[in-house]
């Protein structure tokens, strides 16, 4: 049966979603004008609804040397489609299992294994319970975002992101939009490293403009719009393109 929630309730769901292990029911109670307590009962509520379901960790598996994350897109038959499902997280290493409303790839498995060989025997343990494994392939990246409309209306926003490339060592390449309003925002790229808004092992490699390509140098005025290429030495943390949004 489908709950209804208010602005209270929206807000909530918006700051857990974001950051459940550091929110603080006393941050979102000034906010929201009301007391801690209102905010723990709705918590309780929520919780109670099955509308929060659990506080996850976000683990990159992938970054634990021999590991590997793999998804399965299966078939169960629709009749038999959620005790299959419940069968499949079961099974030693499925990590995530979502069911859709569809007739055929109406499963999507998710997995992790300590190298090709314990994939292999997952799928086999998956197919034996019934399931068709229409497709597969390994999961180079997952990112998690709030529902921005349950967070307030002047909520920051990140860049564009519209490409991303790793390299070798752990350098990376990102290519992204340039928000309005953005710390960064016309200044030139000498200035920008002057106030460290463009971090030590970061370098602007590439700025498309009006569909025109630009060399980026120093005295190169980043604009709103601008499409960036971004080269970093090692993985970027999210915080190191803050200044590039709004």
Do not use: W
């Amino acid at each position: 049966m489908s709950q209804r929630i208010d602005e209270i309730d929206k807000r909530i769901i918006y700051y857990l979603a974001l950051d459940a292990r550091n929110t603080a029911t006393t941050d979102i109670a000034e906010e929201m004008d009301v007391t801690p307590a209102t905010i723990r009962n709705r918590i309780n509520r929520l919780e109670e609804q099955d509308i929060l379901r659990g506080y996850l960790a976000d683990v990159d598996y992938k970054s634990i040397e021999g590991y590997v994350t793999y998804q399965f897109i299966c078939t169960a038959p629709i009749p038999d489609r959620f005790q299959l499902g419940q069968s499949a997280r079961e099974v030693s290493g499925v990590v995530s299992v979502r069911e859709l409303m569809s007739g055929s790839t109406n499963l999507i498995i998710t997995v992790v294994g300590d190298g090709t060989d314990e994939i292999n025997k997952i799928a086999g343990e998956l197919s034996d319970l019934g399931l068709k494994i229409e497709d597969e392939s390994v999961i180079e990246g997952e990112y998690h975002t709030p529902y921005n409309p349950f967070g307030p209306e002047n909520i920051t926003k990140g860049p564009s992101l519209t490409d991303f490339m790793s390299l070798a060592g752990g350098a990376e390449v990102v290519e992204f939009t340039v928000s309005e309003g953005a710390q960064i925002a016309n200044k030139t790229i000498e200035q920008a490293v002057e106030e460290n808004l463009i971090a030590d092992e970061m370098l602007v490699v590439g700025i498309e403009r009006d569909g025109e390509v630009l060399t980026p140098k120093g005295r190169t005025q980043i604009q709103p719009g601008d499409i960036l290429s971004l080269f970093s030495k090692r993985p970027l943390d999210k915080s190191s393109l803050d200044a590039f949004g709004t």
